[in-house]
């Protein structure tokens, strides 16, 4: 008989639309909302948290039921998308705000604030609400299959779905794209359980969505009309608008907000433009004049304004950097000075820190102007995109490619005046004289300082504090803590997911106390915390490897994938191995994660061949994320309600999502050390879980050959894989092969 695949396929939908949707509310809400780019983790811990309360209560929904929420998921999605035009959120009445011990582009009233946390905290709540709907019908699925089956299907749909989104990206596709696909990938999750209604109402919805979000793509959400736009996109990173002003400038905005003004060809004759762009080629306050300026780089260049600066002041030869591609091809297509079109000059897309880290050029004068950004490197993360550019590392790395006597100048709207003293620490600490301010007027500062030769970065540091390194590269926040907004946000979210959790166990009460339940709370608990860990692990890797090849959304995206790629491999070497092998492989867990915290992965910067830069980051990076994995594997594979351990999993990683807030008190190195301290509990509450079984089997016995012999029933919440000899399987949930 012809064995049926569809089961298959549409966990596999299931997973992959769940994935692309994640990414997909990631990339429209944060740029679509100008405050959640600063906060995408609140999108992702929403995803998270609903996730895991689908998988953990699936089974309290009956099968018309789970199609009527499987369906209303998408209406969820559409009301999201016309928040986001209905109900705006105000954008910032000014160029900096302090607020909750963290700088942001924003006003730092605490009404505003407040008031900016209600419109945006809904957008949580849609997000947890819609991946819920999704995952409970996820979770009915997995009871298909084997415990390991099912993961894997779950995992392989998760890369497909981080695959097509990525390639969606480096098109260039528009937002009403992805949501159409959504369309497509749901037709392979209907099963025939699904009446025309349901059908009917879940292509409506998505088809509204992309109508409401063609319509927004049409909208100008700035201070100026939409007859003045210019042209409209979305780059990897956020969503660019380019409009003419009524002087004739043109202007960029970045996710609404006036971003870049693009020179016309007499600025620079004009004292505004002067002051900004062309100042560092003239006179000093000190009256002592700049060396011949020959060679430049510019880090951040935009769409050009600096680069056109050094031309006019007669550079031969300019190092342009940009991250992001949109924003250079806005430069290239529309600057009236056209510079990037100089032969003078080199375009290099790419993530600065890492293209300085591997770069063996000389330059007269380097340039990091106006590099402030509106993103997070990762929503994993607390890391915007300029971070690790403004590190005691990162200016060492700029000092090494200056020639002798030559500057590194730095200017910002730095408002806050400890901020303006952090930079001039940093050039202190770095480059070796004593930095002078260029010019400064309304918050804006140009700040140089000169390369001296016998200068031995590092021997000064005591007399500085709080200065941003790769392991702590917080720029913004003013001293090692966690900002008062973060814990507002963690205990909020803490707060709804317990409401969540407690409605859902008023309709599963738990049952009498007995060794068996108990040991069912000691592997839910076990479980938990590898979530927790795990994200911690995957965080500090993604962030650190980051660092090596650059905060590239490519990067990212090869990353993430690659983290899912090494649970497939965690679950094939899983298979075959017995249970005895766990406190080995817990072992080499910890050593990994010990190995991670201590290695300075930094160092690998100036390995030259990009081949063994890659594997030995890999090593350091990837070692402990396959252990713990493979740990996990080894112990998932035999579950017999896996849709409910995973759900509890799901909910961990919900709880590393915030413990990882805690790397902006004491730095990335040591959420590998957090990690290591969960997963010793996950191998005290494993062990603590089988010891309680072993004492349930003594009394669960059934007559086979004459003889009593344990059950597998006494091992059914316990994925040890290692039953008693003889041991009967009373279930006919299907288990996985070789079993010790």
Not at 49 to 54: D, E, P
Not at 582 to 597: G, H, N, T
Not at 617 to 624: D, E, K, N, T
Not at 670 to 698: C, D, N, P
Request: neutral net charge; charged residues 15%.
């Amino acid at each position: 008989m012809k064995k049926n695949y569809w089961p298959e396929v549409q966990l596999f939908a299931l997973s992959f639309l769940t994935l692309f949707l994640e990414l997909l509310l990631l990339r429209y809400l944060k740029s679509s909302v100008w405050c959640l780019a600063y906060f995408p983790k609140l999108i992702l811990i929403g995803v998270f948290s609903g996730m895991g309360l689908g998988f953990l209560f699936h089974s309290k929904i009956s099968n018309s039921n789970s199609r009527f929420v499987f369906t209303t998921s998408f209406i969820v999605i559409l009301l999201l998308v016309a928040t986001t035009q209905l109900f705006p959120v105000p954008l910032p009445h000014m160029m900096g705000g302090d607020i909750g011990a963290e700088l942001y582009l924003a006003g730092s009233s605490l009404t505003t604030e407040l008031l900016i946390y209600a419109k945006i905290f809904p957008l949580f709540l849609g997000s947890l609400l819609c991946v819920a709907g999704i995952s409970q019908l996820t979770a009915r699925y997995f009871t298909k299959f084997s415990a390991l089956r099912a993961y894997s299907i779950d995992i392989a749909g998760s890369c497909a779905g981080i695959v097509s989104f990525s390639l969606l990206s480096f098109a260039g596709a528009q937002p009403e794209v992805w949501f159409a696909l959504t369309a497509v990938i749901v037709l392979f999750c209907w099963s025939k359980e699904f009446g025309f209604v349901d059908r009917a109402v879940t292509l409506l919805a998505i088809l509204a969505t992309v109508g409401l979000v063609n319509l927004q793509e049409r909208l100008f959400l700035g201070s100026y009309s939409s007859e003045t736009m210019v042209a409209s996109d979305w780059s990897p990173y956020q969503k660019l608008q380019l409009t003419t002003l009524p002087d004739s400038h043109q202007q960029l905005f970045v996710n609404s907000i006036a971003h870049q003004l693009l020179a016309n060809p007499g600025d620079f004759e004009h004292s505004s433009m002067f002051s900004f762009y062309s100042r560092p080629y003239h006179v000093r306050k000190d009256n002592t004049p700049p060396l011949p300026i020959k060679r430049v780089m510019v880090v951040g260049a935009g769409t050009g304004n600096d680069v056109a600066a050094a031309l006019a002041e007669g550079a031969e030869y300019v190092l342009a950097i940009e991250i992001d591609p949109k924003i250079a091809e806005y430069g290239k297509r529309y600057h009236p000075l056209k510079p990037y079109a100089d032969p003078r000059v080199k375009l290099v897309i790419g993530d600065a820190r890492a293209v300085i880290a591997q770069s063996q050029e000389s330059f007269d004068l380097i340039i990091l102007g106006l590099t402030n950004s509106f993103v997070k490197a990762s929503p994993l993360a607390q890391i915007r995109l300029e971070n690790y550019l403004f590190t005691l590392e990162a200016f060492g790395s700029m000092r090494r490619l200056l020639n002798d006597q030559g500057e590194l100048v730095v200017f910002n709207y730095f408002h806050n005046p400890w901020l303006q003293r952090r930079v001039r620490d940093l050039l202190s600490a770095s480059i070796g004289s004593s930095p002078q301010i260029l010019y400064e007027s309304s918050g804006y500062v140009q700040i140089s300082a000169r390369k001296i030769s016998s200068f031995s970065p590092g021997i000064t540091l005591d007399k500085y504090q709080n200065l941003p390194t790769d392991d702590w590269p917080f720029l913004y926040i003013e001293r090692p803590s966690i900002p008062i907004t973060y814990k507002v946000v963690a205990l909020s979210i803490i707060f709804v997911v317990l409401i969540f959790m407690a409605a859902g166990s008023m309709l599963n009460p738990p049952a009498s106390t007995s060794p068996k339940s108990e040991a069912e709370i000691s592997l839910r608990v076990a479980f938990f915390l590898m979530g927790a860990a795990f994200f911690l692990l995957e965080t500090k890797g993604i962030t650190q490897f980051s660092l090596i090849f650059g905060a590239t959304w490519l990067n990212n995206s090869l990353v993430f994938l690659a983290v899912l790629l090494m649970v497939l491999l965690a679950n094939w070497c899983a298979l075959p191995l017995r249970a005895t092998a766990s406190p080995f492989i817990f072992a080499l867990l910890f050593l990994s994660c010990i190995w991670s915290s201590a290695f300075e992965l930094t160092a690998l910067t100036e390995v030259v061949s990009p081949l063994w830069r890659f594997v030995c980051a890999s090593l350091v990076v990837f070692s402990p994320i396959f252990f713990a994995n493979l740990a996990f594997s080894l112990y998932f594979r035999h579950q017999q309600t896996p849709e409910n351990i995973f759900g509890w999993n799901l909910m961990g990683t919900t709880a590393g999502c915030l413990l990882e807030l805690t790397s902006t008190l004491a730095g990335y190195n040591t959420l590998a050390l957090l990690a290591l301290a969960l997963y010793v509990g996950v191998f005290l509450a494993l062990k603590r879980a089988e010891s309680l079984l072993m004492k349930r089997a003594k009394h669960v016995v059934v007559p086979r050959g004459g003889q009593h012999q344990p059950t597998y029933e006494a091992y059914e919440t316990l994925s040890v894989g290692s039953l008693p000899s003889g041991a009967v399987q009373l279930s006919d949930r299907p288990i996985e092969k070789n079993i010790a």
